[in-house]
């Protein structure tokens, strides 16, 4: 592992509930966490559903998850990130 400790492919859900448990006894501070991404899907379906299930236990609990996607580059193109594929069930929209 590098030693800045950054994991470049660490999956979502481990990601949230690494959050989460630093998170777990802040009370004074409103929480949040800033995801940055290019990666539109999701395609492992147990992780896609324990990612679902773990972001909507934080939006109960107050932790709030803002997304900045990023258009992905794919053969030298810029590609439209789309939230329909998987963030639209992980991030809140206000209504």
Known sequence: MPKNNIQPNLAL???LQMCSHVFLNIKKYE????IFTC????NNADE???S???AQ???DNKIFIELFPLNPVVNGVSVKFSLSKFWED????DK
């Not at 929480?31 to 800033?34: N, V, W």
């Not at 990666?39 to 999701?42: K, M, P, T």
């Not at 992980?90 to 929209?93: S, T, V």
């Open 13 to 15: 859900d481990k990601l």
């Open 31 to 34: 929480k949040r966490i800033f």
């Open 52 to 54: 679902v299930r773990k």
């Open 39 to 42: 990666n539109d899907e999701c």
């Open 57 to 59: 236990d934080m939006f």
């Open 48 to 50: 896609r559903n324990i």
């Open 90 to 93: 992980i991030i809140q929209f």
